[in-house]
């Protein structure tokens, strides 16, 4: 499909360019060769109004005047065909080049939302398949004890709210691109770090983990409410990767490229392979996927909220291969 796309696009190119090339070169020509047009025709005009028969001297001038001015405009012809066929292969190869280019970010595009597509659907249908089992397994039990059904439907339910609050992800995706930036307001982002911090002090508590902040006071302009989901994704992520007894450090800071924060666990540490794939949505690492629920969406939105917002965000793992670190700039 994209090979069969790249090639219509390049004949569309090479269409276009040849166009324009054999315009503009018959308007060369023609008026590059009007002169000698004219003189020519001033020779010959001139031959039939002479009286005396020209001498062989004059007839041998006129004949090589004549000859030459032919061969000049022939040549012209020539040069010009030459370059149109040039510019013809120049057209194909550059238009093949430039295909490619045009259409890459569509290819990834479309590689992307089929891989969204796939693992939404994988993801969605768990949870559908678990009830029904369920619920097939009462309805043909004949002797299902009251509180066997009690327990069938609170496993229902649970399923159920899986289910909400996968489809309430799915849908903050959808929605970061297009918030407005009418709703930004200037806030104190040292204040709502800080905030975030103390509402998942339960959390850490349950593992025994400290969180230690350093804030420095920082104003910015921005979605109060996506920039605090930022932040619990990411002090809630590392929370998760980091092994009980621990620490969890969360700094902020004001630098001439922009404003810091950073969120470094006591989990194992980002492995390399997992860097390109870290922020896609519904990935998740090995480790992730046998040690932590969810759905590999947290850090897909962090992403967008991000990019949202004009900055950038980016892990890896320390240098002592203890924890990774979350670097997020705005």
């Known amino acids: 499909m994209f090979e069969a796309a790249r090639l219509k696009l390049t004949l569309w190119y090479v269409v276009v360019i040849m166009i324009v ?12 060769t009007r002169e000698i047009s004219l003189l020519i025709k001033k020779i010959e005009s001139n031959q039939e109004r002479t ?11 006129n004949y090589a005047s004549l000859e030459e001015l032919y061969a000049l405009k022939a040549q012209s012809l020539h040069s010009l065909l030459l370059l149109n066929i040039l510019i013809f292969f120049f ?7 430039l ?20 693992n939404a659907s994988h993801e969605l249908k768990t949870p559908v398949a678990v009830m029904r089992a ?25 399923e159920i709210e899986t289910l909400q609050g996968l489809t309430a992800s799915l849908l903050r995706l959808t929605t970061t691109a297009e918030k407005q930036k009418t709703t930004w307001q200037q806030f104190q982002l040292d204040k709502l770090v800080s905030m975030v911090a103390q509402k998942l002090q339960p959390l850490a508590r349950k593992k025994s983990i400290v969180l230690q902040t350093r804030l420095e006071s920082v104003s910015m302009t921005g ?9 619990s994704i990411l002090i809630e992520n590392a929370i998760k990767h980091s092994p009980e007894k621990s620490s969890v450090s969360i700094t902020l ?28 949505r ?47 700039r705005m």
Not at 21 to 32: I, L, P
Not at 91 to 97: K, L, Q, W
Not at 99 to 118: A, C, N, V, Y
Not at 223 to 231: F, G
């Open 21 to 32: 090339t054999g315009v503009f070169s018959s308007a060369f020509y023609f008026s590059s």
């Open 51 to 61: 009286m005396l028969p020209p001498t062989p001297q004059q007839r041998m001038h």
């Open 91 to 97: 057209s194909v190869f550059s238009g093949f080049i």
């Open 99 to 118: 295909s490619g280019r045009t259409l890459r970010p569509i290819q990834d595009m479309l590689e992307r939302q089929k891989r969204f597509i796939s």
């Open 134 to 158: 369920q619920t097939e397994a009462a309805l043909m039990d004949a002797k299902l004890t009251k509180q066997e059904l009690k327990e069938a439907l609170i496993s229902n339910l649970e």
């Open 223 to 231: 979605s109060r409410e996506d920039i605090s989901e930022l932040c």
């Open 253 to 280: 800071k004001k630098e001439r490229r922009g404003v810091y924060l950073l969120v470094e666990d006591s989990g194992n540490g980002v492995v390399q392979d997992d860097l390109p794939f870290l922020f896609d």
């Open 282 to 328: 519904f990935y998740r690492s090995a480790g992730a996927r046998s040690s932590t629920d969810g759905y590999g969406l947290g850090l897909a939105i962090a992403k967008d909220i991000v990019t949202t917002h004009g900055g950038s965000i980016s892990a890896h793992a320390k240098k002592d291969k203890k924890g990774s670190v979350f670097v997020v």
